[in-house]
């Protein structure tokens, strides 16, 4: 596994770009392959003679570990091949830079989920995020994209500060941080619950819970593309796995109900607040980080749920509840870093983040619009792809809820699935608007014809993550088995055989409930499709016509103005979330001679949350420049103070 | 072993050293300031020399001797010089007026003789009753570098401390060992030295060697 990690690493000081990212997917290949063999073997552990000494750094590859392997293999072996064409146009100093921060970047994101001490997860946590800062502020000219690597920075050393204090309750007195001590300290209640909230707190702010969601899109844009696919395809799901990791692992079996209902509600709160911004906004990469964060929501409501279900001994049930988050987050790594990579070939043909600018591009680039095409479908979580399987899973999940033996919160439950129903619709809603505004119509700009279709290594990228969302659609019967490695080792039971027995169907927990088959839907599909081609051909009398559409025979040619905007396509959002958003708007009347129209959409927790904390922190911080007063001697005298009162201390 | 003259000499000399102390934190001269550093310097060499040869502990009388070398005979060579040099010659000015320094640092011995008692019980060299002396003249040459305003005597109280915190070293156990107590001869040097040019340096930009003026260094 060492050899694996260390060839990451060492790649980086090569700088021949040809050479050094295919070879990083090669290694995410092998990684790949590695973390699927042992998937099925038991538990290999490793200390490593490194770091401080007395404090060795301790490896363990367990199930839990090895999927999020697999998950990190998979979706940076597209990232690698495609990065190896997209940076042709970069200064060799800063190409050879981000080389070296990208390998460090995956390899410190493969330690976090090797680690077996706490000691080492922090470090790996801590070069993770700050290679990643470095990523992000690759174009650090800008100052703008400096703001955003700031309060990305921030929020993740906020986070890690808080993990720092949960590793330190976790251990309980001991002084021992291997996760084998871990496991084994016996917290009373109030501190477990402590620990948790940390947890909750900690990786929270990575993956871009509710209120610690800021630096997301703010950084996604300003990153370059492949770093915002890792950044959000696989970053995110190492919060998730450090939060399965420290409540199912390490706080084996105390787990009280309110956990499971924090994390549900909040899961709920960030799925539909990422999902309102996402529908309203008009940069391409901010509205996919609103995206991650709506798709973050829905995944901490699948380990919510989990936790509910595991809290009351249903465990098969948890083992459902938590296939669905993986399933989901196994998804996400895979369709979103296929949306941020084709956004990033937009991108780079069209130098356009704006909605308002782009459009017709299929014509243009049909390669990177029928790729992206099959991301956006597996997003918004249409059947024969891979998200509507995961979602399914969660909704099944639900359903099975008035299992749960405590009444207040099955009467909840139906509104939780509600509004998780709902977050799912409305993710659909942001992706016709994006792929139609996108890739459909007529551009919007004249700029928008020399837009080029993407290179060779950005196809094979492209198609692998494209490929993945197929295969992971339709062959859920394969994808269960590996799934249930890690529920049997996180909540004691798995879906079993029951799920697979039949490849063709996939039936969760019992055959008269539901099951579903996608290859037998992709048929229906299919076949609905060929014969309503086959009847318009036979019954029409094949009468083709062609004509421009919804021109109402207005005979005038359609102008580009003419199609809806971005804006226009998410008003109905606006206008039924409009609590939600603070807007600002500039709507001249008739009668002005040069009318300008604006529209400003900001952050509410900006205002409420934010801005107070920093006038807050302001005013504290003056108030402590008042020490400083440059005088020596009220120097000497705080420390000869310091110096007595310590003294009269230590008697 | 150590005969019972032999321990009051040593409490002698370690009062002698408490009243210097005093005698330093009252002066209003800088040359006599310097006077008064370079007998505490003997005081100490002697007291150790003292214990040196009541306890048969060899290696404490090349500490005297260093000890001797350093305090008494280079470093007030090397203030004078630089007095000499940048020819000033003033009074010591004061932030707080010199009887309340005087009590302060009345308080601050009955303070650290409270403190050194249980300590000193536990110490088992025959100059144990010194640990509160050189405890206290620690304190009181911390007092005098806060209450200075000038940056010379900030300098030599710098030294008295550690003028101070040596006496403790040898009264409570013996000294410290060799290679220690030579390193922090050698610091003590460097830091005069450096000191030195930093006085230069300190006129060189603001015309004085006033510390007030080092207010303007600070952040806006």
Redesign the interface.
Known sequence: MLGVVGAIAGKSTSWIQRLVFPSSALTSLLLLVISLLALSQPVDTLVLPLGLPGLPFHLRLDDLSAFFLLLLGAASLGVSLYSAGYFRAMENATRRLFCLEYHLFLASMALVMLADDAYLFLVAWESMALSSYFLVTTDHKIPDIRRAGFIYLLIAHLGALALLLCFGILQGGHGDYAFAALRNAHLSSFWATTAFLLALFGFGAKAGLLPLHVWLPEAHPAAPSPVSALMSGVMLKTAIYGLLRITFDLLRGQQPWEWGALALGLGLLTALFGVAYAAVQSDMKRLLAYSSIENIGILLVGIGLTLLFHTYRLNLLAALSLAATLYHSLNHAFFKSLLFLGVGSVLHATGERNLGKLGGLIHRMPWVAWTVLIGTLAIAGLPPLNGFISEWLLLQAFLFSPRLPHPYLVMMMPVASAALVLAVALAAYVMVKFYGIVFLGQPRETKLAQARDAGIWERLGLGWLAAGCLFLGLAPALVIPILDYVTRFLVGDALGSMATHNWLFLTPVLPERASYSPLFFLGVIASVVALTFFAVRRMYHGRLRYSDPWDCGYPETIQPRMQDTAEGFSQPILRIFEPFFHIEREQPDASTPRPRYREKIEDRLWRLLYRPLIRFTDRLSGGI?RL??????LY??YS?LT??AL?IFV? | MASPFLGDLINLLAALLLLIAFAMLAQRRVLSLINLFAWQGLILAASTAVMAYSSHQHHLYYSALLTVLLKVLFLPWLLHRLIRQLNVKWDVET?INIPTTMLTGLGLVV?AFN?AT?ISQLATTVAKSTLGIALASV?LS??M???R?KAIP?VIGFLAMENGLFLAATSATYGMPMVVELGIALDVLVGAVILGIFFFQIREAFDSLD??H??????K
């Open positions: 420049t400083q007063h440059g005088r020596i001697h000497l005298l000869f110096l007595l003294l008697r | 932030l303070f403190l249980p304190l911390f007092l570098m806060i209450t305003r900030q510390l007030k080092m207010e303007q260094l600070r952040e």
